[in-house]
């Protein structure tokens, strides 16, 4: 008879984590202020994770012994939950966001842990399916970099199908990694007509080659086979002989030069006769059902590729708390989007903003539209979905980072004290809080918003993309941070409202024009919103 104390056993392993006398091992997570250091062993982490046994290899000792690790990349928070299943082989999620469960499990992927990860996404699907829908873009994005999430891939790739807009239709659609975009192409059932399907393969392959040539009647027989090498995993996965003899003519003739001659000569024969024999393979036609089927499909601003919610989104204190790790996952889960799962704004109710009122909206709306006239208020194509209020949700540059985290095409308006004026910017590509640096887009703009005694609105577009956000590295200090100073949320004691850092200089560098006298300031309040295609 074998008598078994997994119980006691994984309740002692878990007390090491706390031993300062026998580590030999220092790991050190997160960034700057945050940074947090945890102390561990070598022969534990070695054994259960193949990911520190690689880096242990790698790592030299001090002259104490004591081999460290730096992951930046992981919080301290993640990091002491993953640190718990390390040694004991229990977490629990038991009030955690999901976006931290979510966080946790990207995290377990990296380092390897293999039965937590797979773990989490199996809950992440079969139990927060909705709020997978409503951070599409945060996650689509991100398990695409691995060859892991196979489950959560699917259950995407099942959506996009019914709802291809959510991809194709959406601003950082050109970002989309290829193995994302082929893994797309490969559905039978995508819900789009094949000649939109060769324009968006297209359109993602010249975004991925800058250099080439605006027009490409001026293109150079190496610039088509740059093209044709770009799209060589794509191109197979066009349904050629399914796309209308017209369409062949007016979207595919202009790059005949990145197919095969075979493949060309057959498509003028097949769309000429098509009951000639050709010698190239034809794939089925996709199955695209009726029109009805669709009639919930989302479309998106030139922006993110779908809304995301808030992040404050919280999991439901009566369900799982402590993950069983014994399991076998089971990766079902119902892939029709909900009535509710990109909730509407309620754009016409008055109380939807204290900074903005409708007549900003239809002016915003026209600018992101780059209309010349601005929209009548019947006419507005977005609804303001509200991500953040300073008065309601602080004003701390962090909680910016950490409420607007994975978010794209948003607008930010701020209350400058003192004053009617009215000044913000819109960036239509994500907020990132783990990305520093440079951001470049061609669409954002910056402006003042006529509001009492301030007459007339302001609209500066960036007119030099290399700047046109900042993604500082102190996020504890800086908040959005458009052009060189152009538009900046900034505190020194990390309260915008308090120290007059905040700031809309008149460089012109990366901007059209000044969107406010030069001078510091402290604000009122601000808001940030996602904007939603009607």
């Known amino acids: 008879m074998t008598f078994k104390f997994f119980d006691k056993l994984s309740q002692d392993f878990s007390e090491l984590i706390n031993d300062k006398k026998e580590y030999n091992v220092i790991i050190e997570v997160d960034r700057e202020r945050n940074k947090k250091f945890f102390t561990a062993h070598s022969v534990v982490l070695r054994h259960r994770s193949p990911y520190f046994d690689k880096e242990l290899e790698n790592a030299t000792a001090s002259e104490n012994h004591i081999k460290t690790i730096v992951e930046p990349s992981i919080s301290a928070q993640i990091f002491e939950v993953i640190l718990k299943y390390i040694y004991g082989g229990m ?3 038991e009030n955690t966001d999901i976006r931290t469960i979510y966080e946790l499990m990207v995290s377990a992927n990296e380092l390897e842990l293999e039965e937590l990860s797979v773990k989490l ?14 951070h599409f873009s945060l996650v689509y994005h ?5 060859n892991e999430f196979n489950g959560l891939k699917k259950f995407y790739n099942d959506i996009i199908a019914k709802h291809p807009n959510l991809v194709f239709e959406s601003g950082d659609f050109t970002s989309l990694q290829e193995t994302a975009l082929v893994s797309i192409l490969k559905r039978d ?21 800058p250099t080439l040539p605006t027009n490409s009647e001026e293109w150079s027989n190496e610039n088509f086979m740059t093209l044709k090498m770009t799209l060589q995993h794509c191109l197979p996965l066009i349904h050629y002989f399914h796309i209308p003899g017209k369409d062949i003519w007016k979207n595919i003739k202009p790059y005949e030069k990145i197919l095969e001659k075979q493949l060309w000569d057959d498509m003028i024969l097949h769309s000429i006769s098509p009951n000639e024999p050709i010698n190239s393979l034809v794939l089925p036609a996709r199955i695209i059902s009726s029109p009805e089927s669709s009639s919930r499909i989302i479309s998106a601003p030139n922006c993110s590729l779908t809304p995301n919610l808030p992040s404050r989104v919280v999991s439901t204190p009566n369900l799982t708390s402590t993950l069983n790790l014994t399991s076998t996952p089971n990766l079902t889960s119902t892939l029709d989007l909900p009535s509710n799962a990109y909730p509407r704004s309620g754009i016409l109710s008055m109380t939807f903003s204290t900074i903005i009122n409708k007549e900003h909206v239809a002016e915003l709306s026209s600018w992101i539209d780059r209309k010349s006239t601005t929209y009548s208020l019947s006419d507005i194509t977005y609804e303001f979905q509200l991500i953040l209020r300073g008065s309601r949700d602080g004003f701390h540059p962090k909680t910016f980072w950490n409420m607007c985290h994975g978010y794209a095409g948003t607008i930010v308006v701020a209350r400058v004290v003192g004053t009617d004026e009215i000044v913000g910017g819109y960036n239509p590509i994500i907020w990132d809080k783990n990305s520093i640096g440079r951001m470049e887009t061609k669409d954002s703009f910056i402006f003042s918003l006529k509001n009492g005694k301030i007459q007339n609105s302001i609209l500066s577009r960036v007119k030099n993309d290399r700047l046109a956000l900042h993604y500082h590295n102190d996020k504890n200090i800086y908040g959005p941070y458009f052009g060189d100073c152009e538009f900046i949320m900034k505190s020194e004691v990390s309260d915008f409202t308090q120290d007059e850092q905040c700031s809309c200089f008149s460089f012109r560098k990366f901007y059209e024009k000044s969107i ?18 009607k």
């Open 91 to 93: 977490i629990n999620i």
């Open 121 to 134: 996404e199996s809950y992440l699907i079969e139990s927060k399916a909705s709020w997978l829908r409503t």
């Open 142 to 146: 991100s398990i695409f970099d691995s």
């Open 189 to 209: 059932d995508l819900q789009v007509e094949e000649t939109k399907i060769w324009d968006y393969v297209i359109k993602w392959g010249i975004s991925q080659n």
């Open 516 to 533: 406010k006298t030069n001078g510091k300031f402290s604000i009122v309040d601000y808001e940030v919103f996602l904007i939603i295609k």
